[in-house]
């Protein structure tokens, strides 16, 4: 049997032996190896030329050192480079099994992450589905409550609440759930970044309203003292539409989600669907005997709540301008100042003259909870995206929270004597409050600490809102001029 190198795969003419790996090596490439890389080429464990133990056998006797000029010369240069070659391709083979190796491993990692986004997915999942639970258990606990409250409530049926109203009214919170997505952005705002003046009428001092447009926040919605209400595109840095036909102060507007349509409020008593594009005044909803004081635009995009001096609230089709159901709270017999719907739809609240917030179920229209606690009538209400708290303003210059799941106020924000707060509006994250009165100033959620505050306005802040993902700040004010805060 004959002794094969492991390295050349040829009979050795020196061989030997490496005690590490127990292999058969030509002594010259197994000595060219150590040196270069020190280890045994078989396992990579430490080896020296000295550990190497030779193997006597009988070998033909060498010719004695050739000149350079010779043709054993030549032989031997040859042979030489015949080594290089096969410690070379030994090094690729050893390099291949090293890539296979890294490739496993790294396929290895590619399933274990594909398994982890899975399983981070279904825990997001898991999570929209006990946010959505929990709204349903946040309004079953408001109608849990209502007992006998609906006694005192007189209902005035114009066209009622059919089974296809409510059912739509129902659908849109599984919508909401599904579709609903929220950041947490940091409002950084550099201060005033542009001011416009002129919107409105210089002799008729004022602009009482103001919303944004939820697809394109560029487009601005303002209502004001001439009567007015404007369409304002802050790109183009020119009015879109000037929408007359009020005869009283604009004192509520609403930008439509995704249709080019606007709605307006006043004192005349009435409410207007308007066109943008055409800009003349589609509807006219007269659900109301006394000044509008509230508006707000139901989850669907199709129905319109209203609260009016005359103590009713009023549910109407924007489609059709026909009053669905109004109701007023016989027992109370106050004037409401304010209505917002909540995010999901199936409840809304309203603020009184005599400072009470009153929470409504809209499919019973019961009132299912009351929030006493302020002085003085009640000027503004928000609900935070994620339906969980409640701002309130009044004129007792304070800001209250409430919490809906445990129907408490747990923070007031007491402000400076004599503020007026007159517009109250969360951002889309539900992360930040923007209060607008006397002055512009922000809070932030949870904490509900001061970050913010803005004293550009010469008059009374009326109106206040985030642009999208609160990159911007808008505001309006009695001073005639729409602000808008950037990052």
Known sequence: MSLVCAISNEVPEHPCVSPVSNQVFERRLIEKYIAENGADPMNGQPLSEEQLIDIKVSHPIRPKAPSSTSIPAILKALQDEWDAVMLHSFTLRQQLQT?????SHALYQHDAACRVIARLTKEVTAAREGMYNSRLLLILCFISQAGGAGESMEVSEQVGMIPEIIQKVRDVLTYIHIHS?????????????????????????????????????????????????????????????????????VTSVIYHPSQSVVFSASP???????????????????????????????????????????????????????????????????????????????????????????????????????????????????FSENGYYLATGAQDSSVKLWDLRKLKNFKTITLDNNYEVKSLVFDQSGTYLAVGGTDIRVYICKQWSEVLNFTEHTGVVTGVAFGEHAQFLTSTGMDRSLKFYSL
């Open 99 to 103: 890539t296979r190796q890294e490739l």
């Open 181 to 249: 997505t929220r950041g947490m952005i940091p409002p950084c705002y550099t201060g005033l970044s542009c001011a416009f003046n002129g919107l409105h009428s210089a002799s008729v001092p004022g602009i009482l309203s103001l919303d944004l447009c939820p697809s394109d926040t560029n487009k601005v919605l303002t209502g004001g003292a001439d009567k007015n209400v404007v369409v304002f595109d802050k790109k183009e840095e020119q009015i879109i539409a000037t929408l007359k036909g009020h005869t009283k102060k």
């Open 268 to 382: 005349d008593s009435t409410i207007r669907v308007w066109s943008v594009t055409g800009g003349n005044c589609v509807q006219v909803v007269r659900a109301h005997e006394a000044s509008v004081t509230g508006l707000s635009l139901h989850a669907t995009g199709d129905y319109l709540l209203s609260s009016s001096e005359d103590q009713y609230w009023a549910f109407s089709d924007i489609q059709t301008g026909r009053v669905l159901t109004k109701v007023t709270d016989e027992a109370a017999g106050c004037a409401l100042t304010c209505a917002q719907f909540h995010p999901d739809g199936l409840i809304f609240g309203t603020g009184t003259a005599d400072s009470q917030i009153k929470i409504w179920d809209l499919k019973e229209r019961t009132n299912v909870a009351n929030f006493p606690g302020h002085i003085g009538p009640v000027t503004s209400i928000a």
